[in-house]
């Protein structure tokens, strides 16, 4: 069984930084791409960032020049740089990995979401 899990989230004053980082444990024959998304109250999950396996990585707009994505394929892992942090940034965020389980399935998994609260 697959698992995602998220470290990483908390509270930070507006201007400042946090890291966030997922693990993906259990059977992994190999990871697709791997992503952040998050959450505000009331609205659906929207896209943060994502990179594929081979490195190529994607921003939305809001975070473009503020957020780094980068993952350690070696290590299953993905990890999301937040700096100059807004307090529109304030969501749950999300991991996500489509990870190849067996020669024949992939599926895509999602991590429980960690809290991030920037404060004005």
């Known amino acids: 069984q697959v698992q995602l899990m998220e470290s990483g989230g908390g509270l930070v004053q507006a201007g400042g930084s946090l890291s966030l980082s997922c693990v993906a444990s259990?059977?992994?024959?190999?990871?697709?791409?791997m992503g952040w998304f998050r959450q505000f109250p009331g609205k659906q999950r929207e896209l943060v960032a994502t990179v594929t396996k081979d490195g190529k990585t994607m921003y939305a707009d809001p975070v473009k020049g503020r957020f780094t994505i980068s993952r350690d394929s070696a290590k299953s892992s993905v990890s999301l740089q937040m700096n100059s942090l807004k307090p529109e940034d304030t969501a749950v965020y999300f991991c996500?990995?489509?990870?190849?389980?067996?020669?024949?399935?992939?599926?895509?998994?999602w991590g429980q979401g960690t809290q991030v609260t920037v404060s004005s």
């Open positions: 259990g059977t992994v024959l190999s990871i697709n791409f």
């Open positions: 996500a990995a489509d990870i190849k389980v067996t020669l024949a399935h992939t599926q895509q998994y």
